[in-house]
């Protein structure tokens, strides 16, 4: 029995030690010795280091009962990082007021101030650029389903 990205994934879920955490991403790399598990965690106010470690002891434990404690492998819990792309509208709504560049279903890529997070979608202020002129700002409503990757837009000023 192989492990699977599907399999963790539940495992992950059953070992996480408060109500806000959400699993975010799970990968298993596909090395037959020893193969690399990734289970990215987050919560709706962050996640701690202590919380992870609960994560990857309660994962382990499951692994060994699921598939004996011989297995050889290498699991990594930790948070998704700035540059991973929000997938979740737990996410979303943790990064209220934050500027976000989305790539719709349609190709088309828009930038903008994340403002309200929906049961269904987004309202964003987005950010339209006209060649000589100012920048405008215009509210929209994206649907989750028309968003293929959202990446919060990182200000260093």
Do not use: H, W
């Amino acid at each position: 029995m192989a492990l699977t990205a599907k399999s963790i994934q539940e495992m992950a879920e059953a070992s996480l030690p408060d109500s806000d955490l959400f699993i975010v991403d799970v990968a298993v790399s596909d090395s037959p010795a020893r193969p690399k598990i990734t289970v990215l965690a987050d919560g709706e106010q962050g996640i701690t280091i202590d919380q992870c470690a609960t994560i990857s002891r309660r994962i382990n434990a499951k692994i060994a009962e699921t598939y004996g404690e011989e297995l050889a492998y290498v699991l990594e819990v930790s948070s998704p990082g700035v540059d991973f792309p929000l997938t979740q509208p737990k996410q979303f709504k943790r990064n209220v007021g934050r500027n976000l560049k989305l790539k719709l279903q349609d190709g088309i890529e828009k930038t903008g101030k994340l403002e309200e997070v929906t049961e269904t979608g987004i309202n964003l202020t987005e950010e339209v650029k006209q060649k000589g002129k100012k920048a405008t700002y215009v509210p929209v409503q994206i649907p989750f389903g028309e968003i293929v990757k959202a990446n919060v837009v990182i200000s260093f000023k």
